[in-house]
């Protein structure tokens, strides 16, 4: 039973520090941007906090701070570059910036251990991680809420419409792009904290990959959709594991198929949800309502 | 001049590759009219309204707005300038309900923005509601209110025309851009919309319009530009514009 707990809180622990990385490809997303590189934000978080741990003895709060900064940092360089570029290319141009994050770790041995990796010093525990979520969260839900919600949800939708509304298009992208650096690189902290060793393969495609099915598979359309995925991808498999082995892998493909067929808009689709409501409610009588506007010809 | 005039467009060119979309157009709107553009397809008139609006950038010629040269400004600063816009075909967002649609009008009259707007501050809350008050009664003066709260996609096909002008109009323009308003609907709906443009002229808003009814022109614009191959074929009261036999042969060919 002692080690079913374990197992538990072990799986739940990758599902937080998932959910951190998937609200970050979730932020830009939502302003239209389909960028894998959360996964350099966090290699970039990981490392250079990992560093000063065992190099200043930094603690977990302070690393998390750090490792924000650098995600956030790296963001706003590259995102001045990369966000001029349209749909695919910036996709690809942000899988181009994950192999160059490893070239660059592998190369910077002194900081990073190269390719022989680093130990992490400083243990994440399941409380630590509810707490970085939950801030996490609640910045989310009230971003939503604001002015900014507003212009990131119209770019996406229509960036031509968003502009003649008068929304600053490219900045809240920037915006929107250096948010996802912060969250990257605190959930890079997170998860090397949870790995308790890091090396060049821990930040690399297959985390982008796991990443993007967390935020489309869990709904790309609402916040807490990333939250949902991150259990379902990261959290899942984790405890699964245990039971099956290999076959794990067979279960997430079955999963992903599923999702993709009959629920195409993700596991939280509020547009469905929207949809399922005004199909409920009964049409308002057109001829009563336009009568004002139809006197005569 | 430029005391009365609301827009002047001066010499505007616009080449695609080797095709000459408009040449040397030149024409002025008065304040608080409204004013038409006409010209059979290809005529350059959608190209004219997305220059003027911003989104596309002219290659020659001027354009000042309210007398404040505005040429070489994108369209979210036009925005701020105050020109509003709809689209021939359609572009409402996606999901989002007929209400919301017209809050994110109001993204360039919302003032607390940044981390104060985010942190849900009772400032931020009281604008939130006046502007959801606004947008409701902008849905009301287009006929909509009721419908305030469904997806903009379940609407029909004149109502999403009437929610898009409703966008357009909640961020209090000072020049508002119609482009073929009442493309693909019956006379019941067309009316509709005419009505609602002689009244918001009467509420002190300029208003141009792309159009190819010319039974609408005749019964909404104070004066007509009549377009052909990209040059100002004629420029006059619609009654007069539409007998003058370089306009009937454009439209109709002799």
């Known amino acids: ?297 | 001049m430029s005391g009365t005039e609301a827009l002047a467009v001066d010499g505007l060119a616009k080449r695609f590759g080797g095709l000459s979309v408009l040449r040397s157009v030149s024409l002025t709107v008065p304040r608080d009219t409204v004013f038409g553009i006409a010209g059979p397809n290809g005529a350059g008139k959608t190209t004219l309204l997305n220059i003027i609006s911003g989104l596309l950038p002219a290659d020659g010629g001027s354009i000042r707005l309210y007398g404040d040269a505005c040429h070489h400004l994108p369209a979210q600063a036009l925005a701020r300038l105050g020109v509003s816009r709809t689209f021939q075909n359609i572009r409402l967002l996606r999901g989002l309900t007929v209400v919301e649609q017209v809050l994110a009008g109001t993204y360039r009259r919302r003032r607390v923005g940044g981390l104060r707007g985010s942190a849900g501050t009772p400032r931020a809350r009281a604008e939130l509601r006046d502007l959801r008050e606004q947008a409701l009664e902008t849905l009301e003066s287009v006929g909509l209110r009721d419908a305030a709260d469904r997806l903009a996609e379940t609407l029909s096909y004149g109502d999403q025309r009437r929610l898009e002008i409703a966008r357009a109009l909640v961020s209090r323009p000072r020049l508002l851009l119609l482009d073929e308003p009442t493309a693909g609907m019956n006379a019941a709906d067309w009316t509709g919309i005419g009505e609602l443009v002689t009244g918001l002229r009467e509420s002190g808003t300029t208003i141009v319009v792309v159009e190819h009814n010319m039974r609408l022109i005749q019964a909404i614009c104070d004066r007509v530009a009549v377009l052909a191959s990209g040059e100002v074929i004629a420029c006059d009261e619609p009654g007069v514009c539409l007998r003058r036999p370089e306009v009937r042969k454009a439209y109709f060919g002799k």
């Open chain 1, 1 to 297: 039973m002692g080690q079913q707990l374990t197992l538990l809180i072990s799986a739940a622990e990758f599902a937080l520090a998932g959910a951190v990385l998937a609200l970050s490809t979730y932020m830009t997303l939502w302003a239209g941007l389909l960028s894998f590189a959360t996964v350099s934000f966090a290699a970039v978080g990981a490392f250079f906090a990992t560093h000063l741990m065992n190099s200043a003895g930094l603690g977990l709060w302070p690393a998390l701070l750090v490792g924000g900064l650098g995600g956030g940092v790296v963001a706003a360089v590259t995102g001045l570059l990369l966000i001029r570029l349209a749909g695919h290319w910036l996709a690809l141009a942000t899988v181009a910036l994950i192999l160059v994050t490893r070239v660059v770790v592998v190369n910077l041995g002194g900081l990073t251990g190269g390719s022989q990796g680093e130990v992490v010093p400083v243990e994440v525990h399941l409380w630590q991680l509810i707490v970085v979520l939950g801030v996490a969260c609640l910045i989310l839900a009230r971003l939503a809420r604001s002015r900014f919600g507003t212009a990131a949800v119209a770019t996406r939708e229509d960036p031509t419409v968003a502009a003649t509304m008068g929304i600053p298009v490219r900045r809240v992208q920037a915006v929107a792009f250096v948010i996802s650096g912060v969250l990257g690189g605190v959930g890079g902290v997170l998860q090397a904290g949870l790995l308790r060793y890091i090396d060049p393969d821990s930040f690399y495609i297959d985390l982008a990959v796991t990443v993007i099915a967390c935020v489309v598979l869990g709904g790309a359309y609402h916040w807490f959709g990333s939250v949902i995925g991150a259990v379902v991808f990261t959290g899942l498999p984790v405890y699964v594991n245990q039971f099956i082995g290999q076959g794990q892998a067979i279960i997430d493909g079955a999963l992903l198929l599923i999702i993709m067929i009959w629920l195409p808009g993700g596991l939280v689709d509020p547009l469905r949800w929207r949809r399922l409501r005004d199909g409920r409610r009964p049409a308002p009588t057109p001829d009563k309502r336009r009568e004002p506007a139809e006197v005569n010809s």
